[in-house]
């Protein structure tokens, strides 16, 4: 079992920043492949970023690619999200998750097995 628990959320300016972090339970954290999704009011949640068990393989969505960066720190059981130039559209509920699966699957929502509770993140116009 892996808990994960969201923080770093909050309401910010159009073309700033934030940090996100996703702290795990367990000692097996290093083991799964960690990935940032979000979900806005009346849509689908979407994939944002992923991160490899190695960390050495990143995967992010076309609207974040460039302003996103997806981090992780096994020491201390952590997955970062650097977000930067924030947009409007990007006002969301930011959710991590962990699971195991092959690389190029890391953007399939269904792959991942444990989720957050999520973080919300409104940026203002």
């Known amino acids: 079992q892996v808990q994960l628990v969201e923080s770093g959320g909050g309401l910010v300016q159009a073309g700033g920043s934030l940090r996100l972090s996703c702290a795990a339970s367990?000692?097996?954290?290093?083991?799964?492949?960690m990935g940032w999704f979000r979900q806005a009011p009346g849509k689908e949640r979407e994939f944002v970023a992923a991160?490899?068990?190695?960390?050495?393989?990143?995967y992010y969505a076309d609207s974040v690619k460039g302003r996103f960066t997806i981090s992780r720190d096994d020491a201390k059981n952590t997955v970062y999200l650097q977000m930067n130039s924030l947009k409007p559209e990007d006002t969301a509920v930011y959710y991590c998750?962990?699971?195991?699966?092959?690389?190029?699957?890391?953007?399939?929502?269904?792959?991942?097995?444990?989720w957050g509770q999520g973080t919300q993140v409104t940026v203002s116009s």
């Open positions: 367990g000692r097996t954290f290093s083991s799964y492949t």
């Open positions: 991160i490899s068990r190695s960390g050495s393989r990143t």
């Open positions: 998750a962990a699971g195991i699966m092959a690389l190029s699957t890391m953007q399939t929502h269904g792959k991942y097995d444990y």
